[in-house]
């Protein structure tokens, strides 16, 4: 029976009805009342299909209809906690929906929801998720500074703790300089968790504040814990030791000098002397490159002249203050006996005579040489003298030598103060008669040369002379032998001359020194002598292979190294060399360099070149910059397909540039 009011009481009575009409009415029914009959709750919508994302601070409103009589109570629970009504948050239920609205959502409403539908048949029980997007919390402590220098420092962060339920696009970098009280940006778009900030003024105080970005907001800041100062994180050494004087000649002074105490937390990379006499005020530097050692000569003063000395230590950051100077030094005339004169050679042999010849003493004593003295023997037998009375000149004819005996001289000088020590032996002279004979004579000599530990040492000299001279190498004055695999001479003929060849395939540390070449016939010797200094060549320990860096991004790059200082370094970029600018500076330390460049453009991708030279040698590697972007817009059109009352499916065509790199992903909005 239709068209009853709800709520209403009736009673019916029934009357039947054939062909002849109605037969009379039943007896009325019991009062009976129009209303619904009982059934328990019953959800009429998935909740599940409907899982939403709000933005924090926007109303949140979840309607669920449902069939049931009598009418249920709603339980509403987040996360398995049951939540009571507040100012924000709201229940209401009718006879066919209930609802859950809160006012100002905030993060922490994300969660699954679920609603209980219960009355006196029963209940039901459904849920969604809630996914409330925030900007994201400050990034995490510790923020640290690193790799500080006077122009650059290194920052590093921690991610916030919560992103906002969206991922990081990217962290803003604000600095403070302390002295003025203001915060300017860095940079509003690092992508990474570190960042190298350029642009610093040496010896001032920073301070530094990172925020992290989604899109739906930036975070608040987070600051570093403690100022830093823009200058190396080491600095110059202490001033080295007082410097002791000693005449090494009328004209020459040698120093010796102590380390500095502490090297300022960076290698000691060499020492610099500086001289004054003691009426001037301007100290004069005594040599070009630093020193090595922790002794000096300075040659070239004057006699009679009172000068003082002062050192300066020097590392990667520097030069460290003047040590204290040496004192007031009196370059007195002062007479000692002479050095040694030059070995004496042959320069005629006859049948019991021989001319001999030599040079004079490097250093007279502060005396003039009054004479020399020159002794004899023969072989295995002892020296005596040749000279009755002191010879003036540079050379002595030896006469009543046994003919055809091997002869070995050596000369002595003498000044007033006494007489020096002897020269070098000559070498081995046959006393013969020899028609048309000549001393050998060098073509081309020894010159000084460096070679890297662990390369190949080639000397040669061109020697000619009649009859056809012998040879033979020394170092630091003893006879090198030939070695297998190693050590090995040659000797190549000409038509006026011979080649004498010295190779060291494999140089070690014990070969550093004086080399000789000594050429020797009847008519006496000669000798060339070069300094070898074998030194470590730079080696390439540490570079990128390829780096892919995002436009307008700042970056640091570190190459390492190994060898002896100081080095020299050098920058190409597609074979161009690259110098200090605005956006590109190197700082070099004691064995590595950091390349820092700012604000990159499409126009710093290339192949870069890093050349790294020494006394010892060179060597140079490479890596490739490849420099992208943010990607274009997506390409449209949007399409939108299979359309249900919850859910849409959308289509769209990549973008026509990816930025220099593979998309990862993409970001979706909707609006209402």
Not at 133 to 157: F, G, H, M, N
Not at 242 to 268: C, F, H
Not at 272 to 282: D, F, G, L
């Amino acid at each position: 029976i239709s068209g009853l009011q709800e709520n209403s009481i009736y009673e019916f009575k029934v009357a039947a009805v054939n062909a002849a009409g109605q037969g009379p009415w039943s007896a009325p029914s019991d009062p009976i009342k129009c209303s619904p009959a009982k059934c328990a709750p019953k959800i009429t919508s998935d909740l599940s299909l409907r899982d939403m994302t709000i933005v924090a601070g926007h109303d949140l409103s979840i309607t669920v209809p449902f069939v049931a009589t009598p009418q249920p109570k709603a339980h509403w629970s987040i996360n398995g906690y049951e939540v009571s009504s507040d100012s924000r948050v709201t229940f209401e239920i009718s006879s066919h929906d209930a609802r859950f609205y809160n006012k100002k959502a905030k993060r922490t409403d994300t969660g699954t929801y679920n609603i209980q539908l219960t009355n006196t048949e029963g209940s039901d029980q459904a849920s969604c998720k809630v996914n409330v997007v925030d900007r994201p919390s400050p990034p995490q402590k510790p923020i640290d500074a690193y790799d500080i220098t006077p122009e650059t420092c290194t920052l590093s962060w921690r991610p916030p703790a919560d992103d906002g339920g969206a991922n990081i696009t990217n962290y803003i970098v604000e600095k403070l300089d302390v002295a003025s009280g203001i915060w300017t940006k860095a940079c509003s778009f690092v992508r990474g968790l570190h960042y190298e900030v350029m642009g610093l003024e040496p010896n001032k105080k920073y301070s530094f504040r990172i925020r992290a970005e989604n899109q739906y907001g930036t975070s608040d800041a987070m600051e570093i814990d403690e100022h830093i100062t823009a200058k190396f994180p080491f600095t110059v050494p202490d001033p080295p030791g007082k410097p002791k004087a000693m005449a090494e000649s009328i004209t020459a002074v040698n120093l010796q000098w102590e380390r500095p105490y502490s090297d300022g937390g960076s290698k000691i990379q060499g020492y610099k002397v500086e001289y004054r006499e003691a009426s001037e005020a301007t100290w004069v530097a005594g040599h070009g490159s630093v020193i090595k050692s922790q002794t000096y000569t300075v040659a070239g003063l004057v006699t009679g002249n009172t000068y003082e000395f002062q050192i300066k230590a020097t590392n990667a950051a520097g030069d460290s203050r003047p040590s204290m100077p040496s004192g007031s030094f009196e370059l007195k005339a002062k007479a000692n006996p002479p050095g040694p004169p030059g070995t004496p050679y042959a320069t005629k042999v006859g049948k019991a005579y021989v001319d001999l010849k030599w040079s004079l003493p490097i250093f007279d004593g502060g005396s003039k040489i009054t004479g020399y003295i020159i002794e004899g023997r023969e072989s295995g037998s002892s020296w005596y003298r040749l000279n009755d009375y002191n010879v003036t000149d540079l050379y002595f004819t030896a006469i009543n030598l046994t003919t055809n005996s091997d002869y070995e001289f050596r000369v002595s000088a003498v000044n007033a103060v006494g007489k020096s020590e002897p020269s070098l032996g000559s070498n081995l002279i046959k006393v013969q008669e020899i028609a048309d004979g000549c001393l050998p004579e060098f073509v081309r000599g020894l010159h000084n040369c460096s070679v890297g530990l662990g390369k190949r040492l080639y000397l040669e000299t061109e020697v000619s002379g009649k009859p056809k001279p012998g040879y033979r190498w020394l170092r630091n004055g003893r006879e090198v032998t030939e070695q297998a695999g190693r050590v090995k001479f040659e000797e190549k003929k000409k038509d006026q001359s011979s080649l004498f060849i010295m190779i060291i395939e494999e140089i070690w540390e014990i070969d550093d020194g004086e080399y000789s070449c000594q050429a020797f016939n009847s008519m006496g010797y000669v000798s060339t002598s070069c300094r070898v200094k074998v030194g470590a060549p730079p080696r390439i320990e540490y570079i990128p292979s390829e780096l892919h860096l995002p436009e307008g991004d700042n970056t640091k790059i570190k190459v390492k190294w190994s060898g002896d200082m100081p080095f020299t370094v050098n920058i190409f970029r597609n074979g161009e060399e690259v110098v200090d600018n605005a956006r590109f500076k190197m700082t070099l330390f004691d064995e590595f360099l950091i390349i820092f460049m700012r604000d990159i453009t499409k126009e710093d991708a290339g192949k870069y070149t890093v050349r790294v030279s020494n006394q010892s040698g060179s060597t140079e590697e490479s890596f490739m910059i490849y420099i992208s972007g943010l990607p274009g817009a997506p390409i449209g059109p949007l399409e939108v397909s299979e359309i249900t009352s919850h859910t849409c499916k959308l289509d769209w065509n990549i973008p026509d540039f990816d930025g220099g790199s593979k998309i990862t992903h993409y970001v979706v909005e909707r609006r209402d």
